[in-house]
């Protein structure tokens, strides 16, 4: 595709169910990004995959998150038990390099806990 | 690991004035600075960017000026349009490949027609 897809757009969940959350980076972009927005607050870095490199997990805010890139291409973020507070937008970028070159954002997914 | 301070939180500004965005950066490694537009309802876009060998860029009413020394960049908007209002980020990177890129809390721009 031309850009970053994100499914789905929305998601609502009732508390405590696992939710899984899918980007489709542009193609050959090798760095693929995870971030979190909350209501009116700034971009939470979450993960980051670079290649076959082990990905970057220090913004993961708890063990209920985790998230696998495969094939180098497609990306799953799963929350598990899901809370109240991970309500939020999640955006996922792609870059062609790691390095120096423009990050391209999804539409995110705006995930409502019930 | 690196830390982006942005100023000020909100901003308004009379249609045709200017709007300057500041933003401080604690890792003297990082060289690489962009700036992103987001707009209700969309991911953020880059509008413009700056590497660390020059100081200033400019991009018709938009610019931007790195202070290395003082580890600190700005993003100017000259001749305020209403369909500048949005949230603006700024970032920073290193240029190493395992870094990723660390925002500021960003900026609601609000022009006033």
Redesign the interface.
């Given at each position: 595709g031309a850009g970053?897809s994100q499914s789905p757009s929305n998601k609502v969940t009732e508390k405590g169910k696992d939710v899984e959350l899918r980007c489709d980076p542009i193609s050959g972009h090798t760095a693929l990004?995870w971030?979190r927005q909350s209501l009116g607050?700034?971009?939470e870095?979450l993960i980051?995959f670079?290649g076959n490199?082990a990905p970057?997990k220090?913004?993961l805010p708890s063990d209920r998150f985790s998230a696998e890139r495969t094939g180098g291409s497609v990306s799953t973020l799963t929350i598990q038990r899901t809370q109240q507070e991970d309500s939020a937008v999640y955006?996922c970028?792609s870059r062609l390099r790691?390095?120096?070159t423009?990050?391209?954002?999804?539409?995110?997914t705006r995930l409502t806990v019930v | 690991g690196e830390n982006v301070e942005q100023h000020p939180s909100t901003l308004s500004v009379q249609e045709g004035d200017s709007a300057v965005i500041k933003c401080t950066y604690s890792d003297s490694a990082s060289n690489y600075f962009p700036w992103y537009k987001q707009e209700l309802g969309k991911g953020p876009q880059l509008i413009i960017d700056i590497r660390s060998n020059v100081g200033e860029k400019k991009d018709q009413r938009i610019a931007v000026t790195l202070n290395k020394t003082a580890k600190h960049f700005s993003l100017h908007i000259t001749e305020t349009q209403p369909e500048d209002s949005a949230v603006y980020f700024c970032a920073a990177s290193k240029g190493s490949g395992n870094t990723p890129l660390v925002f500021g809390k960003g900026t609601r721009l609000s022009v006033i027609a």
């Amino acid at each position: 595709g031309a850009g970053v897809s994100q499914s789905p757009s929305n998601k609502v969940t009732e508390k405590g169910k696992d939710v899984e959350l899918r980007c489709d980076p542009i193609s050959g972009h090798t760095a693929l990004y995870w971030y979190r927005q909350s209501l009116g607050q700034g971009l939470e870095f979450l993960i980051y995959f670079q290649g076959n490199s082990a990905p970057d997990k220090s913004g993961l805010p708890s063990d209920r998150f985790s998230a696998e890139r495969t094939g180098g291409s497609v990306s799953t973020l799963t929350i598990q038990r899901t809370q109240q507070e991970d309500s939020a937008v999640y955006l996922c970028a792609s870059r062609l390099r790691p390095v120096n070159t423009e990050a391209f954002f999804g539409q995110g997914t705006r995930l409502t806990v019930v | 690991g690196e830390n982006v301070e942005q100023h000020p939180s909100t901003l308004s500004v009379q249609e045709g004035d200017s709007a300057v965005i500041k933003c401080t950066y604690s890792d003297s490694a990082s060289n690489y600075f962009p700036w992103y537009k987001q707009e209700l309802g969309k991911g953020p876009q880059l509008i413009i960017d700056i590497r660390s060998n020059v100081g200033e860029k400019k991009d018709q009413r938009i610019a931007v000026t790195l202070n290395k020394t003082a580890k600190h960049f700005s993003l100017h908007i000259t001749e305020t349009q209403p369909e500048d209002s949005a949230v603006y980020f700024c970032a920073a990177s290193k240029g190493s490949g395992n870094t990723p890129l660390v925002f500021g809390k960003g900026t609601r721009l609000s022009v006033i027609a």
